[in-house]
């Protein structure tokens, strides 16, 4: 790193909440009362979309219930995308290798061993956590920008292997996932059931990834994210930290992958391949990163564009996505997220603020 | 001995190619700092313009113009691509630029010749097999080795040797310091990265007699690119051929004699490499980037 980029590099530290902590504390700052009654409107708020979403599958078809279950899902893997992203500074474009991996091992034991989805799920759970824990130390050791082009030659082996390997079924992927079950109940065939199961998980992914965001542990990802050489020099272990929160994405990334698969009943390379990362970073920078509900909300409008604007458009699907990476990058600065925050700023303060934004990070 | 010795002649063919596309990639990322993941749909015009302007029957001028053709296209998406980068100073954000340009790209693409696999003839004179060592090697694989010896000698001259290539490493180092001197930096940079773009366009056409066109080789040949300059090094010349040869042998043993694993058997040399030496196998003397 040059001198100059280094004292950037400080300066951040300083000046910058670069994104939200979490739902409770926006980057745009304001009294404590006004703090507190922003967090109890949020709960409301929470409340309300849950309920919404509980409530889809009584009053829609079941193909748009099965659409709202697969952006869940999608949003599973974009929670794992934004812990490594938003949380701690890391670009990832390889998630999509252990959201393909769980989504493998929740149809391989659909398949072979049980239709029961709390077992796929805990399965997919832990083997998204050991691929990532075996894949995850080549990219761990590097920063910024390397590190997005490892995970992405990462995620590209995983995707190419799943393309090769007969085992597995190769490019035609894996069919003939029986329905799920729950408990030794019946079979979930009705997509409002499978839509409930998947939104309970992704309830649960959510709290449990704001758990993690709010704390300790959360509070030195972020550390290590605005000034690496300060935390070590407090004396905690940047490369410990960022390899735990890695395998630890990797597990969300498998629980999601196996939630999409269960939708699904099938699986395949196309799951899991580059489009899959691409997507679910950009979610991740849409929604605002760092925020936890913005890139969830990214989630649903990326998978809303993929699946319908460019079916409706004869299949031109990466020509519109192309676009929305270049219009979000140039138009959305900080996200729906820093959008929002920002419309709060205009309204309560007055006093003219830099733009809230992580400056470019140390790439050493 | 002799089917090793074909897949050996294949790798270095690879190398070859792969060594023209990385060049551009990694001193692209080692002087701006710029990942250019648009780098696979630069060298797809390439494949493209081959398919596009060499005809069945191998004409030699009609392949010479069209690694000229490649050449100008693929400088001037370089020079657009370096414009765009300059819009912001965020490395995610460059990397979604360049990213969503890829995308549009590769999907023009398609959308102009179809999602079929196209196949290019190589120039006519060269389009025959050789006897070497009792097996018969088409003649112009050797000549896409011939190629790469070519370019690694010409650019290690051009680098290592010239005013221009100290002022190119020097930018590499230290950007800031080469600005100080009076030295035009952004004119350095989007000439490099012109430079770059155009030799991954080049290598689209010289690829295309061995590995076609079609939708999907864009991600294969950047993933590809980026392993080898990660192996080599960020920002070396010679971190990018050595890598390329690397790669290139990995590849075409592991087609030979694993060819389930072979994708996976790249990412494990990379996992070796990165395990002995984290910044590469040869990174660039006055690098600054670990």
């Keep these: ?364 | 001995m002799a089917t090793h010795l074909v897949s050996i002649l294949n790798g270095l063919a690879m190398g070859s190619l792969l060594f023209a596309i990385a060049l551009g990639l990694s001193l692209v990322f080692g002087m701006m700092d710029v990942l250019n993941l648009a780098h696979g749909a630069v060298y797809l015009v390439g494949a493209y313009v081959a398919v596009a302007l060499v005809s069945d029957t191998g004409g030699v001028a009609a392949f010479v113009l069209a690694v000229l053709a490649a050449a100008v296209a693929g400088a001037l998406l370089g020079g657009l691509l370096a414009a765009l980068t300059r819009v912001t100073a965020y490395h995610l954000d460059q990397a979604l630029l360049t990213l969503g340009v890829g995308l549009v790209v590769a999907e023009v693409l398609a959308l102009a010749f179809g999602t079929d696999v196209h196949s290019v003839t190589a120039p006519a004179p060269v389009d025959g097999g050789v006897t070497v060592l009792g097996e018969t090697y088409p003649v112009y694989r050797l000549l896409v080795i011939g190629f790469g010896v070519v370019l690694a000698v010409a650019v290690y001259v051009l680098v290592e040797r010239s005013p221009l290539g100290s002022v190119i490493r020097a930018t590499v180092a230290d950007r800031a310091m080469v600005a100080a001197l009076g030295v035009n930096t952004g004119r350095v940079l989007v000439g490099v990265f012109a430079a770059g773009a155009g030799l991954a366009a080049v290598g689209g056409v010289l690829a295309a007699p061995i590995l076609g066109a079609q939708p999907g080789l864009d991600e294969k040949v950047l993933l590809l690119a980026l392993v080898v300059v990660v192996i080599g090094g960020l920002g070396s010349v010679r971190g990018a051929l050595l890598g390329a040869v690397l790669i290139g042998q990995v590849q075409a043993l592991g087609t030979a004699l694993l060819p389930e694993y072979a994708s996976f058997l790249v990412f494990a040399a990379m996992a070796v490499v990165l395990l002995l030496r984290p910044t590469g196998l040869l990174p660039a003397r006055t690098a600054v980037h670990g």
């Design chain 1, 1 to 364: 790193m040059t001198a100059i980029r280094a004292t950037e590099a400080g300066g951040a530290g300083m000046d910058v909440p670069a994104g939200a902590p979490g739902p409770a504390a926006p980057p745009g700052g304001g009294a404590g009362d006004d703090e507190r009654g922003q967090g109890r409107r949020r709960a409301v708020l929470a409340v309300v979309v849950v309920a919404l979403l509980a409530a889809a599958p009584l009053v829609l078809n079941p193909y748009p219930v099965s659409a709202m279950t697969r952006m869940l899902a999608f949003a599973v893997l974009v929670l794992g995308v934004d812990l490594l992203t938003g949380i701690t500074g890391l670009p990832s474009l390889g998630q999509a290798a252990y959201f393909g991996v769980g989504a493998y091992t929740a149809v391989l034991v659909g398949v072979h061993l049980t239709a029961d989805a709390t077992a796929q799920v805990a399965a997919a759970l832990v083997m998204g956590l050991v691929a990532a824990a075996v894949t995850g130390w080549v990219a761990v050791r590097a920063r910024g920008i390397v590190f997005l082009m490892l995970t992405l030659a990462i995620g590209e082996s995983v995707h190419q292997v799943a393309d090769t390997w007969s085992a597995v079924g190769g490019s035609n992927g894996l069919a003939g996932m029986p329905p799920i079950s729950l408990f030794g109940g019946p079979s979930l065939i009705a997509a409002g059931f499978v839509h409930w199961w998947v939104l309970a998980v992704a309830v649960a992914v959510f709290a449990a990834v704001a758990l993690v965001v709010r704390s300790p542990y959360g509070r030195t990802l972020r550390g290590i994210r605005d000034n690496e050489a300060r935390m070590r020099a407090l004396g905690y272990r940047p490369a410990l930290a960022r390899y735990g929160v890695f395998c630890l994405a990797g597990a969300v990334a498998g629980v999601g992958g196996a939630l999409w698969a269960q939708q699904a009943r099938f699986v395949s390379p196309g799951d899991m391949g580059f489009e899959v990362a691409a997507l679910a970073l950009l979610s991740v920078v849409i929604g605002g990163p760092g925020s936890l509900w913005g890139p969830c909300l990214g989630a649903a409008l990326v998978l809303l564009v993929r699946d319908n604007l460019s079916a409706s458009i004869g299949g031109h699907g990466p020509l519109v996505l192309g676009a929305v990476f270049i219009a979000v990058v140039l138009l959305l600065p900080r996200g729906l997220a820093g959008v929002t925050a920002s419309l709060r700023r205009r309204r309560g303060d007055t006093t003219h603020r830099a733009p809230v934004r992580r400056r470019k990070e140390n790439s050493s």
